[in-house]
Structure formats: structure tokens, C-alpha cells
């Protein structure tokens, strides 16, 4: 009796397992898809017109491919060195926000950046408009 219980048990941790892989594999989304679901929240928080949109989401299809590829290339050299992985994926960020800055306007550009978690020398002022807290500084004297 014991043994079979033992047996049901273990059976059912294994398709517990199993179907909690299966669910994991399902989420992993290809590059394209996540390029989609990052133009679309770019375009809420930036209010992007529809050329912009467009242009965002050309920039994000292409980068997040690319950068893929690059990451698929330094998994199959063999390479274990983290600092590979990060130099590669900040290389890509980059080229991201240099792109965007040809296609955003200025405060929807430092809104990207603050969003990225960048652009600490932006602050917003009383006008609602981000300008550099140098910037503010100069005018409260």
C-alpha cells in the first residue's frame, strides 16, 4: 500500500512538473512579439503618433532580433562570460536610444530615458515639461 501511494505521488509531481515546463515554454515569446508588446506600451506612455509608432516599432523588431542573434552567438562559441552577455545587450540599448532620438521628440525622448531608468540629470519642472535640473537650479536663483 505504501508503494503505491509512494507511486501516485511521485507520478503526480512529475506531471505537476511537467505541465508547469509546458506552461513555461508556451510564455517564452519570440523576439517580434516582445518588440510588439514593448511598441505598445511605448506608445501609451509616450503617446506616440502613428508614424512614430510605426518607426518605434520598426526600431524594437529589428534591434530585438539582432540582439538575439548576437546573444545566440556568443551561447553557441561556448561563451560563459557574463560580462560578454552584458556588453552586447548594453550595445543594443544603445542603438535603441540613439535611434529613438532621431524619431521622439525631445520630452517624449527623456520620458524614454526615464523610463529605461536613465536620464537621472531630467527632472520635471512646474511646467510639467522635463529640463535638466541644472536647468532649474539657475532659474529658482
Known sequence: MKYALTCIIAIAAFFCCSNAYAQQQEEQKSPEEMAIIEADK???????????????????????????????????????????????????????????????????YIKYLKYLGKGQEYKKGKDGKYHLKEDLKKKKK
Open 42 to 108: 511605448l506608445e501609451k506612455e509616450l503617446l506616440l503618433t502613428g508614424t512614430q509608432l510605426f518607426y518605434v516599432d520598426s526600431i524594437l523588431r529589428h534591434n530585438f532580433v539582432a540582439l538575439g542573434d548576437d546573444m545566440a552567438l556568443l551561447k553557441a562559441r561556448g561563451s560563459q562570460d557574463i560580462d560578454s552577455y552584458n556588453t552586447t545587450r548594453e550595445k543594443w540599448i544603445q542603438k535603441t536610444i540613439d535611434a529613438f532620438k532621431i524619431v521622439l521628440d525631445e520630452q517624449q
